[in-house]
Every structure is written in structure tokens, then in C-alpha cells.
């Protein structure tokens, strides 16, 4: 069984920057998409980012655009979050998902695993 680990988060003041990691472990047969969402308080899971099976693909929300770039290193099995001039309304929940093809998506239903998440607050 394929096991997602999100790691990386922590506490950072506005205009900061960090960096979140997912490592995939287990048994993994094909090749698979990963995205990010994130949860703020009180509010739905909603998408950040998402890359396809060889990276050259990539997917942003509005809101993260051109501050977060995602990445991907497949012989570690490990997906890249990096997250720039962070502001804080950037405070959430992060998750990383996987989706057992090679394109990359951003719908919640579309993703077949999740992590267990690691929070991200950023300070003003």
C-alpha cells in the first residue's frame, strides 16, 4: 500500500518563504500525478498546485500563482512544494495527494491518495 508524508510545514512571518516536501513510499506500480490542496480554518480543501508524472506539466490556483512553484524528483519518489512572499491568509492545512495516472488535475475526487497533512502558518 502506497503511504504519502507530508513534511516541511511550520511557523513563518509574512513575506517568508518554505518549503514542503512529500515523499511516497509503499508499493508503487505506475506512474502517478501529485497535487497539493490546503485547508484553511473553518473553510473547504481547496487546490494549490498540481504536476504531471514527468513535471513538465504543472497546474497553480490564481491565489498561488507566481509564489508557489511545485516539483517533483521521481527517483526519490518525492514532490516539492515551494512557497514564496507567503502571506497569511496562506495559513492552512497542506496535503499532498496522488492520482494513478500521468496527467495532473485539480478536483478533490479526482486524486486516489492523500497525506496526512502538516501545517503552515504564517504570521503578519
Known amino acids: 500500500q502506497v503511504q504519502l508524508a507530508e513534511s516541511g510545514g511550520g511557523l513563518v512571518q509574512a513575506g517568508g518563504s518554505l518549503r514542503l516536501s512529500c515523499a511516497a513510499s509503499?508499493?508503487?506500480?505506475?506512474?502517478?500525478?501529485m497535487g497539493w490542496f490546503r485547508q484553511p480554518p473553518g473553510k473547504e480543501r481547496e487546490f494549490v498546485a498540481a504536476?504531471?508524472?514527468?513535471?513538465?506539466?504543472?497546474n497553480y490556483a490564481n491565489s498561488v500563482k507566481g509564489r508557489f512553484t511545485i516539483s517533483r524528483d521521481k527517483a526519490k519518489n518525492t514532490v516539492y512544494l515551494q512557497m514564496n512572499s507567503l502571506k497569511p491568509e496562506d495559513t492552512a492545512v497542506y496535503y499532498c495527494?496522488?492520482?494513478?495516472?500521468?496527467?495532473?488535475?485539480?478536483?478533490?475526487?479526482?486524486?486516489?491518495?492523500w497525506g496526512q497533512g502538516t501545517q503552515v502558518t504564517v504570521s503578519s
Open positions: 495527494a496522488a492520482r494513478w495516472t500521468t496527467v495532473p488535475a485539480t478536483e478533490r475526487s479526482d486524486y486516489d491518495k
Open positions: 504536476i504531471s508524472w514527468t513535471g513538465g506539466r504543472t
Open positions: 509503499g508499493r508503487i506500480f505506475s506512474a502517478y500525478a
